[in-house]
């Protein structure tokens, strides 16, 4: 039967936010050393905005943008809907419809004329071309902590896109928080290396890990079980429920999708990072009063 101060301590979660799908979650919380967090969505807002956009030269930039967008049309991804945005803000109306094969944690492959076009990540589209489009100007780009996602078709690069996600506003706080409690932070995330280290400095993470698959994200997850025991994980996306199935305890932000927020043990209700170390710390006094 369930203890009553376990059951007062779920209660008191759901009052502040944070919404636990039983009580061993509770125990396990109070044990956790280490936790891994996504990035995309779940240390950022997820909303990231196109602020730059090159093209090869001799390409027309409108329907070279018109077919990027019409790609990305068809998919949700948060990149997908930033650069479907941007393309309306550029006076584009109607997209032509493209059909599309979605490659997760990749990006988007269509073919077009009997040429196939890739959009997504350097990896993806070959690293070197991607690095060496319009003198390097990737880069730079990622210095500045920004996305890039790019477009080939059979002649090389055709386009690169630099989209820029806002770190949350309480991820810093929310990251100190938990390594006050003597908890190890990592970040996992698909995006490329430059820009990840960005963004986890950013938000003060102790370690990141970049270029994940999600199947990427369940091995380093594995990894830190081995050293650590009880590992927690924090995600939004799809591509995060293996990982979240996998920690000894899943944490889903409440904007997530439907399959993290169910893969999930516990619900950040209103996507507030800063909850985790307020979940621990009352999970470890129930455990003194349970003990
Ligand atoms: P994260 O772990 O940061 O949430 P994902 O695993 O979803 O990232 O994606 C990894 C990378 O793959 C993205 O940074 C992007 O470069 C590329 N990518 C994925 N989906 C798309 C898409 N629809 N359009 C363009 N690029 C994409
Ligand atoms: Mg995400």
Known sequence: SI?????????????????????IHLENISEMRAIALDKTGTLTQGKPVVT?????????????????????????????????????????????????EDKPG??????????TILVGKPDFVNK????????????KLADEGKTIIFMRDEFGIAAAAALKDTVREEAKEAIKLLQSLGIKTVMLTGDNEKTASVIAKEAGIDQYIAECLPETKVEHMKVLLKEYKFVGMVGDGINDAPAL?????????????????ETADVVLMKSDLSKIAYAIKMSRKMQRIVK
């Open 3 to 23: 203890m009553p101060a376990t059951l007062a301590a779920i209660s008191n979660g759901a009052k502040n936010g944070i919404l636990f799908k039983g009580g």
């Open 52 to 100: 730059d956009f090159f093209v090869r030269e001799g390409l027309d930039r409108m329907s070279t943008l018109t077919t990027l967008a019409a790609m990305e049309a068809q998919s949700n991804h948060p990149l997908a809907q930033a650069i479907s945005l941007y393309a309306r803000s550029e006076g584009i109306g109607q997209l032509p419809l493209i059909h599309i």
């Open 106 to 115: 990749f990006g988007l492959q269509a073919t077009i004329n009997d040429q």
């Open 128 to 139: 070197e071309d991607a690095f060496t489009f319009h003198d390097g100007i990737a880069t």
């Open 245 to 261: 199935a996998t920690a000894t305890t899943g944490f889903a932000m409440g904007e997530g999708t439907d399959v993290a927020l």
